[in-house]
């Protein structure tokens, strides 16, 4: 199976700031990462896929970069409605495995 | 607009069969491409893929737990169907069914959007 760790496991963060959440594969999947948002009580939604794309719908300040085993979420300018837990998933190979998550606080 | 959700009982007990249904509107299942996805999240956990079901029938299960798997599709019905047998009090989750998005000549796709989960509790 292809582990897929995700740092940090938490993090707080005041509104305006820049954020990078990372996510490292235990092998290569080339570009095959999407990025997901779960707010509480809700279903996950996708917010970057293929590792750089940017979901249609989704504000300009999420942006993702990397391939390989390397891979990171940015959020340029956070704003109070992007507290949320934050996954990576690899749609390389099966099992179709996510990151632990990364739950986002704003201050 | 692409729906999907998620039917079964809310409660089971240890040792018996789960069965889950996904009912989605919006999109064909024999559409070349086109896949359902199931995936759950234990309380306060992270998400943990299932299974997939394509368009053509293949199917995919998580290794782990492909012994208590079976995903099948009714295409009249517009519906995906997941078993799982043996039920324990771990598999108290969040089940989510989810649409696959791939890009056309591609292998890029991902899961979206996602049904509103039901919550499956194990217990005697």
């Known amino acids: 199976d292809i582990q897929m760790t995700q740092s940090p496991s938490s993090l707080s963060a005041s509104v305006g700031d820049r954020v990078t959440i990372t996510c490292r594969a235990s092998?290569?999947?080339?570009?095959?990462l999407n990025w997901y948002q779960q707010k509480p009580g809700k279903a996950p939604k996708v917010l970057i896929y293929?590792?750089?794309s940017l979901q249609s719908g989704v504000p300009s300040r999420f942006s993702g970069s990397g391939s390989g085993t390397d891979f990171t979420l940015t959020i340029s300018g956070l704003q109070p409605e992007d507290s949320a837990t934050y996954y990576c998933?690899?749609?390389?190979?099966?099992?179709?495995?996510f990151g632990q998550g990364t739950k986002l606080e704003i201050k | 607009q692409i729906t999907l959700k998620e039917s079964g009982p809310t409660l089971v007990k240890p040792t018996q069969t789960l069965t889950l249904t996904c009912t989605f509107s919006?999109?064909?299942?024999?559409?070349?491409?086109?896949?359902v996805g199931w995936i759950r999240q234990p309380p306060g956990k992270a998400l943990e893929w299932l299974a997939l079901?394509?368009?053509?029938?293949?199917?995919r299960y998580s290794p782990s737990l492909k012994s208590r798997l079976t995903i099948t599709k009714d295409t009249p019905k517009d519906q995906v169907v997941l078993t799982m047998t043996n039920m324990d009090p771990v598999d108290t989750a969040t089940y989510y069914c989810?649409?696959?998005?791939?890009?056309?000549?591609?292998?890029?796709?991902?899961?979206?959007?996602w049904g509103q989960g039901t919550l499956v509790t194990v217990s005697s």
């Open positions: 919006g999109f064909s299942i024999t559409t070349s491409g086109v896949g």
């Open positions: 293929g590792a750089s």
């Open positions: 092998q290569s999947i080339s570009s095959y």
């Open positions: 079901i394509y368009w053509d029938d293949d199917k």
């Open positions: 998933q690899q749609s390389y190979g099966t099992p179709y495995t």
């Open positions: 989810a649409h696959r998005v791939v890009v056309a000549g591609t292998n890029v796709w991902w899961f979206d959007p």
